[in-house]
């Protein structure tokens, strides 16, 4: 099981790369999330960072949204080829979106974005 790990090593944290995304990535828009990808980086792990802004709700509904996604990235994870850094940005309507419903959304936006290894 540690394939499905998701250590802080793998996390987006530092200003200069959420700009880097912002500046070189490619978005992807859903009803809940905003997916942003940045591919063939010679880095040899997939990243990701975790945007929740206080449009979102309160601290216990960002944190929620915050759970749920990094549970659907984690499980994600090992599909997605090396060298990946993505950034989901949470919009409002996530905070009220089950678990099913936003592990569809980024299905979608995942599909879109040519990142996970086996679409099916």
């Known amino acids: 099981m540690t394939g499905l790990r998701f250590p802080k090593s793998a996390r987006l944290f530092r200003a200069s790369e959420f700009q880097r995304m912002r500046q070189e990535g490619k978005s ?7 997916l942003s990808v940045l591919k063939d980086l010679p880095t ?22 915050r759970r ?4 659907i990235v984690r499980v994600a994870r090992p ?3 090396s060298g990946t850094w993505l950034t989901l940005v949470a919009r409002q309507a ?9 592990a569809a ?16």
Do not use: Y
Not at 28 to 34: P, Q, S, W
Not at 94 to 102: I, R, T, V
Not at 108 to 120: D, G, K, P, T, V
């Open 28 to 34: 992807f828009h859903g009803k809940f999330m905003v």
């Open 105 to 120: 959304e980024w299905q979608q936006l995942a599909q879109r974005s040519f990142i996970l290894a086996a679409c099916s």
């Open 44 to 65: 040899p792990d997939v990243r990701v960072g975790l945007i929740t802004s206080r449009r979102v709700g309160g601290a216990v509904e960002r944190n929620r949204v």
């Open 94 to 102: 996530a905070a009220a979106a089950s678990l099913q419903n936003l």
């Open 79 to 81: 599909q997605i080829p």
């Open 68 to 71: 749920r996604l990094r549970e």
